[in-house]
């Protein structure tokens, strides 16, 4: 993920190998907030595109995708 400069953030998706979850995980001010705002479609990327499982997330009706979310903070 890139911020609106183009420089690239420190975010990063962890798959747990055991259940079908992912985490985001990142330093303080990486963009982690935008990631889960982008993927759940709060905010669109000023550029490009969401992909889940390779899948653009904008081809998604927002309630079946926020059907398979779970948020924890």
């Known amino acids: ?7 690239e953030l420190g975010v990063e998706a962890k798959v747990a190998k055991k259940y079908p ?5 990142g330093h ?4 982690k907030s935008n990631c889960l705002r982008s993927i759940t479609k709060v905010i669109k990327p000023d550029k490009g595109a ?5 899948k653009d997330i904008s081809n998604i ?3 079946k995708l926020r059907d ?4 924890i903070t």
């Not at 979850?21 to 995980?25: A, E, M, P």
């Open 21 to 25: 979850r992912y985490g985001i995980v």
């Open 61 to 63: 009706p927002l309630q």
């Open 68 to 71: 398979h979310m779970t948020v």
């Open 50 to 54: 969401v992909f889940i499982d390779g």
């Open 1 to 7: 993920m890139e911020d609106k400069e183009g420089n």
């Open 28 to 31: 303080f001010n990486c963009g």
